[in-house]
T-cell receptor, first 115, second 111 residues
Framework: NAGVMQNPRHLVRRRGQEARLRCSPMKGHSHVYWYRQLPEEGLKFMVYLQKENIIDESGMPKERFSAEFPKEGPSILRIQQVVRGDSAAYFC?????????????FGPGTRLLVL | QKEVEQNSGPLSVPEGAIASLNCTYSDRGSQSFFWYRQYSGKSPELIMSIYSNGDKEDGRFTAQLNKASQYVSLLIRDSQPSDSATYLCAVIKAGNTPLVFGKGTRLSVIA
């Protein structure tokens, strides 16, 4: 999973601020997935993107959360007006082809702490 | 019923023993099954994938799938202390749908 890059690795924000999490997929991968992991909880799917397209955002809260994967550059998960409940580990994964039988490779994650 | 269920553990086994991790899933049409290992504070890493009924072996790891019983398991032979981690079962229900994870089973291998 060393090929999927995420930054920052740790992010501290105060309530009401914005958090921007970045993910660069493995070389040759054009499918990106974002997951959130709360303490002592399993990974929960948030959003699935291809270059310039959101394919499935069924797991992403409707308010304050948005994601993009532009033609150039990393995928970005943006959380506006963060609240303490947003504190979690956010993982990005990538695959070379659409999910299905494709293995998803995970990045190291961004640990978000909201004070 | 949760979509993917795992016993949270901890499951403690002595070094050298076989560790058996179990997972059940609710959607009978599920097609793809994965086991990930996650060390504390780290990201998940893929251990095994399995798509057909039966066993699939890779080194000390064997994944077993029984679609009729909606059950998938992971056996770790000759368990080592370095195998101590949380093991996540993940399922893709059908087609282009997201990975659904269980909460994971914490394994502790005692030296």
């Amino acid at each position: 999973n060393a090929g999927v890059m995420q930054n920052p690795r740790h992010l501290v924000r105060r309530r009401g601020q914005e958090a921007r999490l970045r993910c660069s997929p493995m070389k040759g991968h054009s499918h990106v997935y974002w997951y959130r992991q709360l303490p002592e909880e399993g990974l929960k799917f948030m959003v699935y993107l291809q270059k310039e397209n959101i394919i499935d955002e069924s797991g992403m809260p409707k308010e304050r959360f948005s994601a993009e994967f532009p033609k150039e550059g990393p995928s970005i998960l943006r959380i506006q007006q963060v609240v303490r409940g947003d504190s979690a580990a956010y993982f990005c994964a990538s695959s070379p082809r659409p999910q299905g039988r494709e293995t998803q490779y995970f990045g190291p994650g961004t640990r978000l702490l909201v004070l | 019923q949760k979509e993917v269920e795992q016993n949270s553990g901890p499951l403690s086994v002595p070094e050298g023993a076989i560790a058996s991790l179990n997972c059940t899933y609710s959607d009978r049409g599920s097609q793809s099954f994965f086991w990930y290992r996650q060390y504390s504070g780290k990201s998940p890493e893929l251990i095994m994938s399995i798509y057909s009924n039966g066993d699939k072996e890779d080194g000390r790891f064997t994944a077993q799938l029984n679609k009729a019983s909606q059950y998938v398991s992971l056996l770790i032979r000759d368990s080592q202390p370095s195998d101590s981690a949380t093991y996540l079962c993940a399922v893709i229900k059908a087609g282009n749908t997201p990975l659904v994870f269980g909460k994971g089973t914490r394994l502790s291998v005692i030296a």
